[in-house]
C-alpha cells in the first residue's frame, strides 16, 4: 500500500451542497444527508503518494439548475499534503476524542430533551405553548450569555435577518409539528418516521429543485420509505395527527437546510450564534400562532389540572425540556462547526436509536416484532444512504488516481 487516503472536510458544508472553497459557511443542519448529484469528477494532478492525503474541502457535487453557477462546478478537491504521518495521527486522534465528546453531548442532551418533552407533554398537552416556550428559554439563555459576554454577539444586518427569515419560517413549522407529533404518538414512533428526512431531502430536490442523483441514492430510499411505512402500519398506538406532525417536520426541516444553503452563503456567525439568532426570530413567527391556536385560557385551565395531578414538579419538567432543548440544539449547531455532513448524518441517524431505545425502555412503549424490523429498516436505510456518500467521495478519488497513473 504505497498510500493512505483520509477523508477530512476542513469545514462543514450541508444540506445538499458541498462547496468548492468556501471558507465561511453558515451551518446549514443537519440531519438530512446531503443528496448527491449525479456528476463527479476529482481532478487534480500533481500529488506525493508518499504520505497521507487529507482532502481538505470537497467541491459542489454537481449543481441544481436552479443555482448560478450551472452544471460546471463538477466535484472538486483540494488534497494537499500532511506535513508528517505522526503530526497528522496525533490531530487525527485529537479530533476523534472531540467529535466523541460532540457525539455524546448532543445524543445525552437529546435523550434528556425528548423524556422531559414527553412527559410535558402527556401531562399538559399543548404542544405550541411547549415550542414556544423552548425556543423562549433558548432565546434567554442567549441574551443573558451576550449581555454577560460569555459568548460574543453577532454582528449582523438586515440582509442576515432577512435571509434568515425563510429559514426561520421552516425551523418553526419543523419544531412546532415534532412536538404536535410527539403530544399525539410514542416518541419513538416520532423518531421512526423522523428517520426517513434524507427521503424528503432527494426528493423535494429532485422534483422540486430538478437535482439528479446517482441511481444508488434513489435506491437507498427503498429501504428509509419501506421501512418508515412498515413501522407506521404496525404501529399499535397510531395516530393521523400524529405521523402528519412528523412527516411535516420532515419536510420542512428539508426546506430549512435548503433555504439556509441558499440564503447563508459567504457569511460568517459562529453556528452557536445563527442558531441563537434563529431561535428569536422563531419565537417571534411562533408566538401569535401559539396564541391563536392554543391560548392563554386554555393554558390556564391545562396547568392548573397538570399541577394538580402532577405536582409542583410539573415546572421543573417544563424548565428541562425547554432548557435541554436549547442545549442539544446549540451543540449539534457547534458540532456543524468542527465535523463534516456525513459525519453529521450518522451521529444523527445514530442519536435517533439512542431516543428510540431509550424511549421505549423509559416510557414501556409496546412494541411488536414487526413494528421493531421496520424501525430497523428505516434506519439501516438511512445510515447506507450515508454510506453512499462516502463511496462517491471515493469513486473521486479513484478517478484522481486514474488520471496520475495515467490509465
Ligand atoms: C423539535 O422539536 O424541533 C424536534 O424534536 C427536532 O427533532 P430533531 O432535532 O431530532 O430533528
Same mark, same amino acid.
Given at each position: 500500500?504505497?498510500?493512505?487516503?483520509?477523508?477530512?472536510?476542513?469545514?462543514?458544508?450541508? *444540506?445538499?451542497?458541498?462547496?468548492?472553497?468556501?471558507?465561511?459557511?453558515?451551518?446549514?443542519?443537519?440531519?438530512?444527508?446531503?443528496?448527491?448529484?449525479?456528476? !463527479?469528477?476529482?481532478?487534480?494532478?500533481?500529488?506525493?503518494?508518499?504520505?497521507?492525503?487529507?482532502?481538505?474541502?470537497?467541491?459542489?457535487?454537481?449543481?441544481?439548475?436552479?443555482?448560478?453557477?450551472?452544471?460546471?462546478?463538477?466535484?472538486?478537491?483540494?488534497?494537499?499534503?500532511?506535513?508528517?504521518?505522526?503530526?497528522?495521527?496525533?490531530?487525527?486522534?485529537?479530533?476523534?476524542?472531540?467529535?466523541?465528546?460532540?457525539?455524546?453531548?448532543?445524543?445525552?442532551?437529546?435523550?434528556?430533551? @425528548?423524556?422531559? +418533552?414527553?412527559?410535558? %407533554?402527556?401531562?399538559?398537552?399543548?404542544?405550541?405553548?411547549?415550542? /414556544?416556550?423552548?425556543?423562549? /428559554?433558548?432565546?434567554?439563555?442567549?441574551?443573558?450569555?451576550?449581555?454577560?459576554?460569555?459568548?460574543?454577539?453577532?454582528?449582523?444586518?438586515?440582509?442576515?435577518?432577512? /435571509?434568515?427569515?425563510?429559514?426561520?419560517?421552516?425551523?418553526?413549522? *419543523?419544531?412546532?409539528?415534532?412536538?404536535?407529533?410527539?403530544?399525539?404518538?410514542?416518541?419513538?414512533?416520532?423518531?421512526?418516521?423522523?428517520?426517513?428526512?434524507?427521503?424528503?431531502?432527494?426528493?423535494?430536490?429532485?422534483? %422540486?429543485?430538478?437535482?439528479?442523483?446517482?441511481?444508488?441514492?434513489?435506491?437507498?430510499?427503498?429501504?428509509?420509505?419501506?421501512?418508515?411505512?412498515?413501522?407506521?402500519? /404496525?404501529?399499535? +398506538?397510531? +395516530?393521523?395527527?400524529?405521523?402528519?406532525?412528523?412527516?411535516?417536520?420532515?419536510?420542512?426541516?428539508?426546506?430549512? @437546510?435548503?433555504?439556509s444553503k441558499k440564503g447563508m452563503k459567504g457569511k460568517s456567525?459562529?453556528?452557536?450564534?445563527?442558531?441563537?439568532?434563529?431561535?428569536?426570530?422563531?419565537?417571534?413567527?411562533?408566538?401569535?400562532?401559539?396564541?391563536?391556536? =392554543?391560548?392563554?385560557?386554555?393554558?390556564?385551565?391545562?396547568?392548573?389540572?397538570?399541577?394538580?395531578?402532577?405536582?409542583? !414538579?410539573?415546572?421543573?419538567?417544563?424548565?428541562?425540556?425547554?432548557?435541554?432543548?436549547?442545549?442539544?440544539? !446549540?451543540?449539534?449547531?457547534?458540532?456543524?462547526? =468542527?465535523?463534516?455532513?456525513?459525519?453529521?448524518?450518522?451521529?444523527?441517524?445514530?442519536?435517533?436509536?439512542?431516543?428510540?431505545?431509550?424511549?421505549?425502555?423509559?416510557?414501556?412503549?409496546?412494541?411488536?416484532?414487526? +413494528?421493531?424490523?421496520?424501525?430497523?429498516?428505516?434506519?439501516?436505510?438511512?445510515?447506507?444512504?450515508?454510506?453512499?456518500?462516502?463511496?462517491?467521495?471515493?469513486?473521486?478519488?479513484? !478517478?484522481?488516481?486514474?488520471?496520475?497513473?495515467?490509465?
Amino acid at each position: 500500500m504505497f498510500c493512505t487516503l483520509r477523508f477530512q472536510c476542513a469545514r462543514p458544508h450541508h *444540506g445538499s451542497e458541498f462547496v468548492s472553497g468556501s471558507k465561511s459557511l453558515i451551518p446549514t443542519r443537519r440531519s438530512s444527508l446531503s443528496p448527491m448529484p449525479s456528476r !463527479q469528477i476529482c481532478r487534480r494532478s500533481v500529488l506525493s503518494l508518499t504520505r497521507p492525503l487529507h482532502v481538505s474541502s470537497i467541491g459542489e457535487l454537481g449543481s441544481s439548475r436552479t443555482s448560478d453557477k450551472k452544471v460546471d462546478d463538477l466535484i472538486k478537491c483540494r488534497v494537499y499534503e500532511a506535513d508528517g504521518s505522526e503530526q497528522a495521527a496525533a490531530s487525527d486522534a485529537s479530533k476523534r476524542v472531540k467529535i466523541g465528546i460532540y457525539f455524546a453531548t448532543w445524543w445525552a442532551l437529546n435523550v434528556v430533551f @425528548n423524556i422531559y +418533552n414527553k412527559k410535558v %407533554l402527556n401531562a399538559y398537552p399543548y404542544p405550541w405553548l411547549t415550542s /414556544t416556550l423552548s425556543l423562549a /428559554t433558548g432565546s434567554l439563555i442567549m441574551l443573558i450569555s451576550w449581555s454577560l459576554r460569555i459568548a460574543e454577539a453577532p454582528k449582523t444586518d438586515f440582509d442576515f435577518w432577512k /435571509t434568515l427569515f425563510p429559514v426561520a419560517v421552516a425551523h418553526t413549522i *419543523g419544531h412546532v409539528a415534532a412536538t404536535v407529533s410527539m403530544s399525539k404518538v410514542a416518541v419513538s414512533f416520532t423518531h421512526i418516521i423522523k428517520s426517513g428526512e434524507p427521503a424528503f431531502s432527494v426528493l423535494v430536490s429532485r422534483f %422540486l429543485l430538478g437535482e439528479t442523483f446517482p441511481v444508488g441514492v434513489y435506491f437507498s430510499l427503498i429501504p428509509i420509505i419501506g421501512g418508515c411505512a412498515l413501522a407506521a402500519v /404496525t404501529e399499535l +398506538n397510531f +395516530n393521523m395527527t400524529g405521523f402528519m406532525g412528523a412527516m411535516i417536520s420532515n419536510l420542512a426541516f428539508v426546506f430549512r @437546510n435548503i433555504f439556509s444553503k441558499k440564503g447563508m452563503k459567504g457569511k460568517s456567525v459562529s453556528g452557536m450564534n445563527y442558531y441563537a439568532c434563529l431561535s428569536m426570530f422563531s419565537l417571534l413567527i411562533l408566538t401569535p400562532f401559539a396564541i391563536a391556536v =392554543e391560548g392563554p385560557q386554555m393554558w390556564a385551565a391545562g396547568f392548573q389540572k397538570a399541577l394538580s395531578e402532577i405536582g409542583p !414538579q410539573i415546572v421543573w419538567w417544563m424548565a428541562a425540556q425547554s432548557v435541554f432543548y436549547h442545549l442539544y440544539n !446549540q451543540v449539534s449547531y457547534m458540532s456543524l462547526d =468542527e465535523i463534516s455532513p456525513l459525519t453529521f448524518s450518522i451521529g444523527n441517524t445514530m442519536k435517533r436509536i439512542s431516543v428510540i431505545v431509550s424511549s421505549i425502555i423509559i416510557f414501556h412503549t409496546p412494541v411488536q416484532p414487526v +413494528n421493531a424490523l421496520g424501525a430497523a429498516i428505516a434506519i439501516l436505510g438511512t445510515f447506507l444512504y450515508s454510506q453512499i456518500g462516502i463511496l462517491l467521495a471515493l469513486i473521486g478519488f479513484l !478517478q484522481i488516481f486514474k488520471g496520475y497513473v495515467g490509465v
